[in-house]
């Protein structure tokens, strides 16, 4: 009898591209990525973070690079892409939130937030696809709020439940082509982003009773997931959701 052998987390050869890669979630999603062998290519909007960011990475024996973005030019998009790619892994972390009440949300804020995380998503998803021959994987750091509500989040959490659904939709159409397609969904993790919930103290009580597990997250939480949806482990999942939430959706 031939014992079944674990497929390989091994992503030596493989090129990834982490758009918001420059800093927090993003950068640990580059570091994991990196740690396995691929080859990371950083996309954000700040040089100074990108060049900090790659120096961190290749000072620590990993090949990576970095390139300025904006994800919602989409014309700036599809020039990246020809000249940049193709690539094997996509894993998208560029987001942004402006948390208020529904019935003091701007119009403004509503599309800076659509732009981000909507719109500049599924094109980077788009294009991300177009290049890839011989099969990848395609992820979005969504959120946990893509599976519930959340006070002051009506913009935020309604473009995460739509990045969760043009993530099936996708996965149903890439799939033919060997493309996976899948997103992460944090809770709450300790960056230097949320430095100012976290102070909060009634904010962070409320945190701190949804999540079951008796701890805040760090980054490292999420690094498992994104090194298992890039690599062969993963190679039957896709059109689904990966929770790091700590049992917040749980009940």
């Avoid at 997103?183 to 100012?196: E, G, N, S, V």
């Amino acid at each position: 009898m031939t014992l079944p052998k674990t497929p390989s987390f091994r992503l030596t050869g493989k090129r990834a591209l982490i758009p918001g890669g420059s800093r927090g979630i993003g950068l640990a999603c580059a570091a994991a990525l990196a740690q396995a062998g691929a080859h990371v290519v950083l996309a954000a909007r700040g040089q100074a973070e990108l060049d900090s960011a790659v120096a961190e990475l290749t000072d620590a024996g990993h090949s990576a690079e970095g390139h300025t973005l904006d994800v919602t030019d989409l014309a700036a998009q599809e020039a990246f892409f020809a000249a940049h790619g193709p690539f094997d892994i996509l894993c998208n972390s560029a987001g942004l939130a402006r948390h208020s009440p529904a019935i003091a949300t701007t119009e403004a804020d509503y599309d800076a937030v659509m732009a981000v995380n909507v719109k500049a998503a599924y094109f980077l998803a788009v294009n991300a696809a177009k290049g890839m021959q011989q099969g990848g994987s395609i992820q979005h750091i969504s959120s946990q709020m893509g599976h519930v509500g959340g006070i002051d989040r009506g913009v935020y959490c309604a473009t995460k439940h739509a990045v969760e659904g043009m993530t099936k939709a996708m996965a149903m159409e890439f799939g033919p082509r060997s493309i996976r397609v899948n997103t992460i969904c944090p809770t709450f993790i300790r960056t230097p982003l949320t430095a100012a919930t976290f102070a909060d103290p009634e904010k962070r009580a409320w945190i701190e009773s949804k999540i079951k597990l008796p701890r805040i997250a760090e980054v490292e939480d999420i690094m498992g997931a994104v090194l298992f949806l890039a690599s062969d482990a993963s190679a039957m999942v896709t059109g689904t959701s990966l929770l790091i939430d700590g049992g917040w959706t749980a009940g």
